[in-house]
């Protein structure tokens, strides 16, 4: 099983640029997560979604959108990136049952320059 | 509201010696709480889950931990560490909508 998916695994992006952050899960699951974290932080949630088509802002939502048209996919999108927007982005996806546990992606590691 | 506090930024241990890395938590009803630990430029690894089954929790690589409501801790323990343990330690707490909510992380260095 792939699990979830992230491209890229790196970017570098000029300040004002714009990118989109891809995620895809092959397990069927409804909640899906974008989370950021900074050098030596913990994660902190961005955005999420608990199913396709509905999408809801988590604690750092400014600078970013996302859309959930399927199940499987959950890109997060950078408008105008700026320096602060520097951090590494972990997607997860979980299948929303007490006695489970959420599966992370690999991770996309983003610089603005 | 879910939160959870590492008690510790930095843990240094010898090697065979026993790690202790302290979280509690606050949650307004019964939590699921969760033990990642990430290793340097590496994703996240689920050592180990606490969902309201038994209180002493055993993970993955000899890690275990124990939920005491009556002190809302969550703390994780190895009875003999290794240099393949030097990582960063989270405490996680699952929230509304299966949202996780991350403590600051504890780093464990292990010295030979």
């Known amino acids: 099983n792939a699990g979830v998916t992230q491209t890229p695994k790196f970017r570098i992006l000029k300040i004002g640029q714009s990118m989109t952050l891809q995620c895809t899960q092959d397990?069927?699951?409804?909640?899906m997560y974008w989370y950021r974290q900074d050098p030596g932080m913990g994660l902190k949630l961005i955005y999420y979604?608990?199913?396709?088509?509905?999408?809801d802002k988590g604690e750092v939502p400014n600078g970013y959108n996302v859309s959930r048209s399927t199940t499987e996919d959950f890109p997060l999108r950078l408008e105008l990136a700026a320096p602060s927007q520097t951090s590494v982005y972990f997607c997860?996806?979980?299948?929303?049952?007490?006695?489970?546990?959420?599966?992370f992606g690999q991770g996309t590691r983003l610089t603005v320059v | 509201a879910q939160s959870v506090t590492q008690l510790d930024s930095h843990v240094s241990v010898s090697e065979g010696t026993p790690v202790l890395l302290r979280c509690n938590y606050s949650?307004?009803?019964?939590?699921?709480l969760f033990w990642y630990v990430q290793h340097p430029n590496k994703g996240l690894q689920l050592l180990l889950k606490?969902?309201?089954?038994?209180?002493l929790v055993k993970g993955i690589n000899g890690f275990e931990a124990e939920f005491k409501k009556s002190e809302t801790s969550f703390h994780l323990t190895k009875p003999s560490a290794h240099m393949s343990d030097a990582a960063e330690y989270f405490c996680?707490?699952?929230?509304?909508?299966?949202?996780?909510?991350f403590g600051s992380g504890t780093r464990l260095l292990v010295r030979p």
């Open positions: 997860a996806s979980d299948p929303g049952q007490s006695n489970t546990e959420a599966f």
């Open positions: 397990m069927n699951h409804n909640y």
């Open positions: 979604s608990v199913g396709a088509g509905i999408t």
């Open positions: 949650s307004s009803y019964s939590p699921s």
């Open positions: 606490y969902t309201s089954a038994a209180t």
């Open positions: 996680v707490v699952r929230g509304s909508s299966y949202k996780l909510i």
